[in-house]
């Protein structure tokens, strides 16, 4: 069974890339070693990961 053939494998994938890749701060990688549809939901795991900045109160 290919991963893209079971929608619950293909998120499990995509969230631990864009875990790992956020965590190593590599989100550009992810095109590189991924089907295209695991590497577009491994990007929006890894930006849904993106701590925003905060803003600075004077």
Same mark, same amino acid.
């Given at each position: 069974?290919? #991963?893209?053939?079971?929608?619950? %494998?293909?998120?499990?994938? !995509?969230?631990?890339?864009?875990? %790992?890749?956020?965590?190593?701060?590599?989100?550009?990688?992810?095109?590189?070693?991924?089907?295209?549809? #695991?590497?577009?939901? !491994?990007? %929006? #795991?890894?930006?849904?990961?993106?701590?925003?900045?905060?803003? +600075? +109160?004077?």
């Amino acid at each position: 069974m290919v #991963v893209e053939d079971d929608p619950q %494998k293909l998120f499990t994938e !995509a969230c631990l890339h864009g875990l %790992k890749a956020r965590l190593c701060e590599d989100v550009d990688s992810l095109d590189s070693y991924l089907p295209p549809q #695991v590497a577009a939901m !491994a990007r %929006k #795991v890894a930006e849904a990961l993106e701590v925003p900045e905060l803003a +600075t +109160t004077s």
